[in-house]
């Protein structure tokens, strides 16, 4: 019998589009010194992904996860959105989902791979649950754990939590990295925008003047001109 993940890359293969792969491979910064790469990319459609994994929802949490470690970003992609469907939709398996992930966090090594997946993942198995791993996570070394961190609150601001984002948010005020200024902006933004803007104030009223200048930015997007401009002028530049 065919294995599942052997069968999964034979349906991926036959959708391959040269030219897409250079234009994805260039959007998601691949070059030597950038923060993807050596990522391979095969030029396939997100859709398309989504369609495979659609079909293969059923498939053994053990089966897909052989797919996590491919060097091709399309097949990670792909086994993430099957994860994430799986953990949706069967309550039985959402533990070993949950596991299988952070097991293979080396392998969720792009912005698309962690922000189609993190929240519905992570922070949704951690809705009743301890959050420690959060503050593990935004403390490694690595830029994608990190961004897994911050990304997972997502799950908590849907529920009208806002306290861990905020926590996490002030572990990672000072990261050096572009990415997780935008992450973090854009989780703060959410929480003024779904739990209130008084309680993303909570921490810009307390940080604006240190918050890298991309953090305030995107944590501002859905503020009043004036209000907006208020902050700006008194953030700086992150050195």
Known sequence: MERVSNKIMAELQKLKNDEKAKILQRFFKTGKGEYGEG????????????????????DQVESVAELLSNKVHEVRFTALQILTAKYAHRPD??????????????????????????????????????RDILRTLAESKNLWERRISIVSTFAFIRNREYEDTLKISELLLHDTHDLMHKAVGWMLREVGKRCGREKEEIFLKKYHKV????MLRYSLEHFPKELRDYYMKRGKEFK
């Open 93 to 130: 398996e959402r533990r070993r989902v949950y596991e299988v992930y952070l097991a293979n966090t080396q392998f969720i090594n792009n912005w698309d791979l962690v922000d189609c997946s993190c929240y519905k993942i992570v922070g949704e198995h951690l809705l009743d649950k301890n």
């Open 211 to 214: 918050m890298p200048r991309t």
């Open 39 to 58: 990522d391979v990319f095969w030029g396939i459609q997100v859709p398309e992904m989504k369609r495979i994994a659609s079909v293969h929802k059923d």
